[in-house]
């Protein structure tokens, strides 16, 4: 089946193909037929199944068409809600690239930044809002934001939006809406108040259930390097002498850290590319397509301009830097492994990146095996967060509570400390 299968509108079809997308996930196979036909629908999925353009690309597809009725107006006649930030700003990318050759615009509602921008957007008119609860509320008890009009709503990841407490301000944003509309759920667990939820919002909803994407990792080989501050490059020139590395997809946090890496390999003799936003297009696909024929053995990429690119038979992804968001390192090593195929996946991993590795071994319910024998260990005594992880891999469903009893108080400053970089990155 491709997208050309799936009745989706010609302006729609022509940005997949320019994302690359050309044959529908699992999950939008069965979602944009049924959201098009107009059912409330019930994903049970997580972020790496393709979940956003199931919802997205339909959704789009319906405003659209009733945008070019007359009197349509620009009202928020969609919601998208999310528990997090970057969730958030993620789905309006995704939102924003799907439909740039239609007339649907959308917004993100998120907190942590000026509420003027938004506040502007909102003036100009905007068809979906994409937002996180605390500041959708602040700006709805403001009456900035009127939602009266929403015909399709998506509560995304509600599973974790009721982990971090979001449930009742989400009932309170669903009370302001019209009680007849579209409403499509997406959740990776249903634990009892989630279930309960879906009795009383949905109504005959077409349902699917997606394997996790932490078991469709399983296969891929895992390992991580704990190195020591500034030895990065170094252990990737040194990993890159292993000619059995065939291809290698390596991800930095920035633009600059893949220029930087590029030209550091290049000094080595290790052919590789770079491609991240500040590259043309025609950069960018020139840097793939030599990657994907075999000229260059290196592709260095940061995770947006990484979005979408579908290599096959990639041996090795190495995570230069670790992502702080842990869905995003499901993604990348997702991009080996393919069509059954094994794939190894090496992260290196600073002690400031000690907090995001915790958490990615929380999402995938299992501890990343260490490479001991190496010539830049990190020092002794920065291990903290290390010794904590390895000794109790948490499980992906829901954390345990502590026993506090067991609490080693030296480590409770790094830990308050996670806390806190966990907190900041909700929705206020
Ligand atoms: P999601 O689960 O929506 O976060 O998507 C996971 C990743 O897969 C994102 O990087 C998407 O851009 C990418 N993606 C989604 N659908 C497709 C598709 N049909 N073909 C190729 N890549 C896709």
Not at 306 to 312: M, N, P, S, V
Request: charged share 25%; net charge positive; aromatic share 4%.
């Amino acid at each position: 089946m491709t997208f050309n299968d799936l009745n989706i509108i010609p302006e729609i079809l022509k940005a997949l193909s320019k994302e690359n997308y050309t044959t529908p996930t699992p999950i939008q196979e069965q979602a944009i037929p049924a959201v098009l036909a107009g059912k409330d629908f019930l994903g049970c999925a997580q972020t790496g199944t393709g979940k956003t353009a199931a919802f997205a690309v339909p959704m789009i597809q319906l405003l659209s068409e009733e945008k070019s009725k007359p009197n349509a107006g620009r009202r928020i006649r969609s919601l998208i809600l999310t528990p997090t930030r970057e969730l958030a700003l993620q789905i309006a990318e995704n939102i924003k690239s799907y439909s740039q050759f239609t007339d649907v615009s959308c917004t993100a509602i998120v907190g942590g930044v000026s509420q003027k921008v938004q506040e502007r957007a909102l003036n100009n008119g905007t068809d979906i809002i994409i937002a996180t609860p605390g500041r959708l509320i602040d700006l709805i008890n403001q009456k900035r934001i009127d939602l009266q009009h929403v015909k399709i709503l998506v509560l995304d990841e509600a599973d974790r939006m009721l982990d971090m407490g979001f449930i009742h301000d989400v009932k309170r944003i669903i009370a302001k809406m019209p009680s007849k509309k579209q409403t499509l759920f997406f959740s990776a667990t249903m634990p009892p108040e989630i279930s309960k939820m879906v009795k009383s919002l949905l109504v005959n909803p077409v349902k699917v259930e997606i394997t996790p994407v932490s078991s469709t990792v399983d296969r891929i080989k895992q390992s991580v390097y704990l190195l020591a501050t500034g030895n990065k490059q170094d252990q990737l020139n040194h990993l890159l002498e292993d000619k059995a590395i065939v291809t290698a997809l390596v991800f930095t946090r920035t633009k600059r850290g893949a220029d930087r890496v590029v030209r550091d390999l290049t000094k080595v003799n290790v052919s590789a590319q770079a491609i991240h936003g500040n590259k043309s297009q025609t950069d960018r696909q020139k840097a793939l397509s030599n990657f994907k024929s075999g000229v260059t053995r290196v592709l260095v990429a940061t995770d947006i301009a990484a979005r979408g690119i579908d290599i096959e038979e990639l041996s090795h992804v190495i995570n230069f830097n670790l992502p702080n968001i842990p869905e995003t390192y499901v993604h990348r090593i997702g991009r080996t492994g393919r069509a059954g195929l094994s794939g190894t996946a090496i992260s290196f991993c600073e002690v400031d990146e000690l907090p995001f590795l915790k958490d990615i071994e929380k999402l995938i319910g299992k501890s990343i095996p260490e490479v001991k024998d190496h010539s830049y260990p990190m020092p002794r005594g920065s291990h903290a967060v290390k010794v904590e992880r390895s000794s109790k891999p948490s499980n992906f469903a829901k954390p345990k509570p502590a026993n506090k009893s067991k609490v080693n108080p030296a480590r409770k400053p790094k830990a308050e400390w996670f806390k806190k970089e966990k907190g900041s990155r909700t929705s206020r």
